[in-house]
């Protein structure tokens, strides 16, 4: 029995740090990608993919007795007001993902990486205004401490509020959604039969359709439907779209075996491998102030997993 449980522990181990250098290759994906594709059609490519890549999980899993909100027993009203709010988090994650391809490309590689790091900041907040769950006292000190070291980065390293980059500051809208959308979700788990990959799949198909209809509004349907046809654009799309995708089901069996404190402790680096990609393949410049922001969040970071640990 004790070894069953040690090797469940070691397969969500494993499949942690797998989300690890997944996460941190993604934004090396993203500013990867030709000069002449724009952020909103590449957010429509990639969350198309996302799309595609997840519906052959979905049958599998329809097929099922148990298939989750499908199964014919469940109370349909449950059902509806369910798909409901996996349609405003679809809706949700649309707009994050432009922003998270966006934020990556004006504010940089390694700084949007860093700024996806305040999603426990933003999280703890959610939390608190929607459920009113309080903190202690040193998961707020920690939380100053993240946020000293998020404006020390938006500044460039000077600490002059007139030097805060308004790139940095679109780039925090990014973990800002994804805390709204996943503490909504989080809830809807707990309190309905939906499965990791059922959510997945309304998530990526709403982002899909809702991206698709901006970017036909914006750039013209033309100019999105030639998109698909060109190659470079479609390989570039696929590469993010399925390391994507393998990332959020990753994720999810790796939290099925182990703690999410576990696993958020192993994924906290994922800035520092982005950073390494970032200077070998993309050649992009590392700043001090980098390197010193990275310091401050991870130390803050871990403090925040390590409280939590000890409130458990």
């Not at 654009?233 to 703690?259: D, P, Q, R, S, T």
């Amino acid at each position: 029995m004790r070894k069953k449980k040690n090797s469940k522990k070691n397969i969500g181990v494993l499949l942690s740090f797998f989300s690890l250098f997944l996460l941190a290759i993604l934004p090396i994906i993203s500013n990867s990608r030709p000069t002449n594709l724009n952020a909103l059609n590449f957010a429509f490519y990639l969350s198309l993919w996302q799309l595609i890549c997840s519906i052959p999980f979905f049958i599998y899993e329809s097929k099922k007795s148990k298939s989750g909100i499908f199964q014919k027993s469940l109370d349909s009203k449950m059902r509806s007001k369910t798909l409901k709010i996996m349609v405003i988090t679809g809706i949700i994650f649309s707009i994050s993902t432009f922003f998270y391809v966006f934020a990556i490309e004006t504010a940089g590689t390694v700084s949007g990486s860093l700024a996806m790091q305040t999603y426990p900041l933003f999280s703890i907040f959610m939390e608190f205004l929607i459920f009113r769950k309080k903190r202690r006292s040193i998961e707020i000190f920690f939380t100053l401490i993240i946020i000293i070291g998020i404006y020390y980065l938006g500044t460039e390293g000077t600490w002059l509020f007139s030097d805060f980059s308004i790139w940095f500051g679109l780039a925090l809208i990014v973990p800002f959604l994804w805390s709204i959308a996943h503490v909504i979700i989080k809830n809807t788990i707990d309190t309905s039969p939906i499965t990791p990959s059922q959510i997945t799949f309304i998530r990526v198909l709403i982002s899909a359709l809702v991206l698709f209809g901006i970017s036909s509004l914006v750039n013209s349907t033309d100019n999105v439907l030639k998109g698909l046809m060109n190659p470079e654009f479609l390989f570039i799309g696929f590469l993010m779209g399925i390391v994507y995708y393998i990332e959020l089901i990753n994720w999810f069996y790796a939290v099925k075996h182990i703690e999410v404190s576990v696993a958020s402790t192993i994924t906290t680096p994922t800035p520092l491998i982005t950073m390494i990609f970032a200077l070998l393949l993309l050649k992009e410049p590392i700043g001090f102030y980098h390197i010193i922001a990275m310091i401050i969040v991870f130390t803050s970071l871990y403090g925040l997993l390590w409280a939590g640990s000890r409130k458990k």
